[in-house]
């Protein structure tokens, strides 16, 4: 049977480097956890809201962005908060 001995010069030789076992472990799963999901939760192609997909059955959905000048999208306030006759 092996007894376990506090390394010299520490308080708790063996139970530090445990401590610095678990610590490395938890180093290493931390960018498995913080990667997320593999599947994105809200696709762009679903409708964001009950109204939106409303909208788009009666065909009068608005578009969220349209293209500035030079290509960029840019939100399509104009469109979005023109008064619907």
Do not use: I
């Amino acid at each position: 049977m092996m007894v376990r001995m506090p390394m010299e010069g520490t308080r708790n030789g063996w139970l530090r480097s445990t401590h610095h076992k678990w610590w490395c472990v938890g180093l290493l799963l931390t960018p498995l956890v913080a990667s997320g999901c593999q599947k994105v939760l809200f696709p762009a192609s679903e409708p964001r809201t009950q109204y939106q997909r409303a909208d788009t059955l009666r065909d009068r959905f608005t578009p969220l962005q349209e293209p500035d000048v030079f290509g960029n999208p840019r939100p399509a306030l104009r469109a979005r908060l023109a008064p619907t006759n």
